[in-house]
């Protein structure tokens, strides 16, 4: 960006303010040079939350109200999944300012084309909310993951947690709605497999289904659909392989996130705790994340803690990512580095979640496209 076009201060619109919407607010809050200015939020005990949250922003009715306040000079979209790209196409026909857009990008794999089309022609950054690669734990592990492993062949990741939570207007009980738990919950892991293997997806194969949570759940006289557990293959184009299992019914386990990647040389592992305020106070201290690094010769696993500013795990559910994640796209906002997660990198984690999906329903090896 020209320096004379550059601005001292990002001035946040917020295109809905819910459970997560309201996780921004708060991290927003403690970066310097930045500020909410509107929110539109439709649902009235949500939209109150977020005007206690943040007295002086401007409650709207609209993406058009909150694109036509002039102090407005980015947003944030954290609706549910299904409307993510239809508001990004708004945004685009409107007023194209720089945009991060909660995963996943799209949850329709029709919907292709129009993302195509959207990367194609918008001129400023949209940067894809992917907050488990900003976990300080994470981070750590990928930062270190090469040499600990002499090339990383395998990769597992493994989240046991708590079933999803209940939702407004409980949209997210619905596969229609969320693109299916293996877009919904896991294009976060899908994505962190693309990053730490720094290659592409070449085919999938899954098996999940729903089978402890939501089973009797009727919602407008449709039963919920939503999977609660399931284990995911994937191939890549380096030769690597990396797994998922994922388990909603399995929050007493003193860690959310195992995450494991192992080389010729030897093996790093990083233990993430889920959110803090689930931890049972008589229990004491919520455990911290631990990455450990095992080498195969000489043998000696080492371990270090990982700990998170209290502040910021105050400030969310995700050991402090969500900060992480807005220092760095506000500085892409300014044009003072690039969009780390891109529409690419959006598309793949939803592609790689549907071709899951889809292994898991016919039973079948799902091939990736190589392009978009
Ligand atoms: N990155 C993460 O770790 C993470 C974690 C949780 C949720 N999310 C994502 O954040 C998004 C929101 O999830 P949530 O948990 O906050 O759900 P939520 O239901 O608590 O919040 C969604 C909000 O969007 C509002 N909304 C509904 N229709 C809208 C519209 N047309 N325009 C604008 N807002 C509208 C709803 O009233 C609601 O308040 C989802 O896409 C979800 O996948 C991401």
Sequence with gaps: MPEEERVAKLNYGIIGCGMMGQEHLRNIALLPDAAVVAIFEPDAGMRALSAEAVPSAKLVDSIEEVLAVDEVNCLLIASPNYLHLEQLEKIAAIRPLPVLVEKPLFTDPADAPRLAALRAAYPAPIWVAMEYRYMPPVARMIAEAAEATGGIRMLTIREHRFPFLEKVGDWNRFNRNTGGTLVEKCCHFFDLMRHILKSDPV?????????????????????????????VIVDFASGARAMLELCMFAEGARYQEEISAVGPKGKIECLVPGPGRFWPEHLGEPPVSQVIVSPRDPKGPHMVEIPVDPQLLEAGDHNGSTFYQHQRFQKAALGEQPVEVALDDGWWAVAMGLAAQRSAETGEVVNLPTEW
Excluded: C, F, P
């Excluded at 085919?203 to 407008?220: I, K, P, T």
């Design 203 to 231: 085919r999938v194969m899954a098996s999940g289904g729903q089978s402890v949570n939501h089973l009797d759940e009727v919602y407008g006289g449709q039963k919920s659909d939503i999977w609660d557990n399931a284990y």
